[in-house]
């Protein structure tokens, strides 16, 4: 997109005149005097002539220039949101962050329904990790006034990605209660409480948008609905939902798809396998089918893992907290053993934090030697894990695959302790291909060749791992874990370190994000245990998964 896009011609065309003044003085090489003039021939420039300027200094990454220009502008156009909040953007890109947030708060103190003032308000504060200020800051914008559905659902779709459920709820709500009746608002508010254990609700705000608009069962629905519950007999209404919706012609891939997963599980609840089999086997096909998940990459992954040379130095450890990582192949126990854990008052579950990964690709480019670069990555992610609402010492990260970057881990925190889900690999496979998932990082999940490709290279990255660092990893088995969970725990506790408190029952105010929303808020059970017994007259495939 043009620098110019949506500026009047004769304000871009002002506004090109100055820089090429501007250019004329810093081919001379004098950059001082350039800026000088630069300012000066935009002085009786128009506001939007001096945005332009602005931007193109900034896509030219002259920074410093650029910020003495918006600046400048501000001054002479001190009532310009535009101007204000491109100056606060600018200070974030240039980490001046708390130049940018005093801007951004005092505009706000004057125009407090500035929708992008605030949104970048959010963004700034959640980079910092102050994602309790940042859910602060987005009421403060619906407090003054009504906003659009359009304005609602963007804010309720950060807040989520930010791992603020309840706040986003709260928006929701009160959207309902000036009288929205947007089904997609409805739709965002059932994904939502299934998040923080509300599924009475749930079943609420999704029958209001499976009524109100035809595209709903698009939406995810169906199986959203299908786990709200384990479902007792055929008997129930979602059963005969589930097949109308698989009538329709008009039905999308993705949609049919999911809705055979939702029709699977509702079948696996009540112990009828063999149909269940019949509608997960279509459901892994289409998904399988609909994605190529890049089986040769993920062992090439593994492998250069193994081979990689341990970091030639570790950083300080922190003095007063220590970073706890759930790993193991997805499904085995992970979420279950995050919320068992987060009972203690001093544990803070973080959840499925996408950080790491993120840290690991940008810092494979940065030579070892370049040891700022990761003390930055490190101060980063702490910032996110700590955030600014717990006084928790231990924070749980529960990303299963991060399981990859180990040596990371222990090379940016020394006293990290990491927690070994290991499940039966039989169970672990049947729950993988029992699931639907949004995240295209489980594509593999839809065909047990694959399954058992990513559960091998996990064992190989375990083992490596638990030889180099084996006092830092500790392995805890599902199967004796919910066969015994207070001396699991106890014996868990007691090795992290944790000081003896009476554990608090799970907080519904904590999301739970993952496909274990319902089951974690159930009491330790076993059913899940040997589970892939029930399926193995139907399904060969899961016998040539080696147990252990």
Request: glycine content about 4%; hydrophobic content about 45%; aromatic content about 8%.
């Amino acid at each position: 997109m043009s620098v110019f896009a949506g500026i009047p011609v004769q304000a871009a065309n002002a506004s090109q005149a100055c820089l090429a003044i501007y250019d004329q003085q810093l081919a001379q090489g004098l950059p001082l005097r350039a800026r000088l003039a630069l300012i000066d021939a935009l002085s009786d420039a128009s506001e939007q002539a001096w945005l332009a300027c602005g931007r193109a200094l900034v896509l030219r990454t002259e920074l410093e220039t650029a910020l003495e220009v918006f600046a400048a502008a501000t001054t002479r156009y001190p009532a310009s949101a535009d101007l204000t909040v491109g100056l606060a953007g600018l200070c974030w890109q240039m980490q001046r962050h708390a130049q940018a947030e005093a801007l951004l708060r005092d505009w706000l103190s004057r125009h407090p329904d500035d929708i992008a003032a605030s949104f970048l308000l959010v963004r700034l504060l959640r980079e910092q990790g102050r994602m309790q200020a940042a859910a602060e800051s987005m009421h403060q914008l619906f407090k003054h006034g009504p906003h659009d559905e359009d304005t609602v659902i963007q804010a309720v779709e950060m807040l989520d990605d930010y791992g603020r459920p309840q706040d986003a709820t709260r928006i929701c709500e009160a959207a309902f209660a000036a009288g929205s009746e947007d089904a997609r608002l409805h739709a965002y508010a059932g994904m939502l409480g299934i998040q923080l254990g509300q599924f009475e609700r749930v079943r609420e705000h999704y029958d209001f948008a499976l009524a109100h608009d035809a595209q709903a069962v698009e939406w995810n629905i169906p199986i959203g609905l299908s786990g709200l519950q384990r479902y007792r007999d055929a008997s129930h209404a979602d059963f005969a939902l589930f097949r109308e919706l698989l009538e329709r012609s008009e039905l999308s891939d993705n949609a049919r798809t999911t809705t055979l997963f939702a029709l699977g599980k509702a079948h696996d609840d009540i112990a009828d396998y063999a149909q269940a089999v019949r509608f997960f086997s279509e459901a892994n096909a289409r998904a399988h089918a609909a994605r190529n998940w890049p089986r040769k990459q993920w062992k090439r992954a593994v492998e250069a893992r193994l081979a990689a040379p341990a970091y030639p130095w570790t950083l300080p450890a922190p003095a007063d907290w220590t970073p706890v990582f759930i790993v193991g192949v997805p499904r085995s126990g992970t979420t279950l053993l995050a919320e068992l854990l987060a009972r203690h008052p001093q544990v803070c579950n973080r959840g499925e934090l996408g950080w790491l990964q993120v840290m690991a690709q940008r810092l494979s480019l940065a030579p070892p030697s370049q040891r700022e670069r990761f003390e930055e990555a490190a101060a980063l992610y702490a910032a996110q894990l700590r955030q600014d609402d717990s006084n928790a010492t231990w924070f749980v990260d529960k990303q299963p695959l991060n399981l990859l970057h180990v040596d990371l881990i222990m090379a940016l925190w020394p006293n990290a302790r990491i927690i070994h889900c290991q499940r039966d690999a039989r169970d672990t496979a049947l729950s993988l291909w029992s699931q639907s998932f949004h995240d295209r990082a489980h594509d593999y999940a839809y065909d047990f060749n694959d399954i058992a490709t990513v559960i091998q290279g996990c064992r190989r990255l375990m083992a490596h791992w638990c030889e180099l660092y084996p006092d830092s990893i500790r392995t805890v088995h599902y199967e004796a874990l919910v066969a015994a969970p207070d001396a699991g725990m106890a014996a868990l506790a007691e090795w992290l370190g944790l000081p003896a408190a009476s554990v608090e029952p799970t907080q519904e105010s904590r999301g739970i994000s993952t496909a274990s929303a319902w089951q974690a808020r159930q009491p330790v059970h076993t059913r899940s245990a040997g589970r892939w017994r029930d399926y193995a007259p139907y399904l060969p495939a899961l016998l040539r998964i080696p147990e252990r």
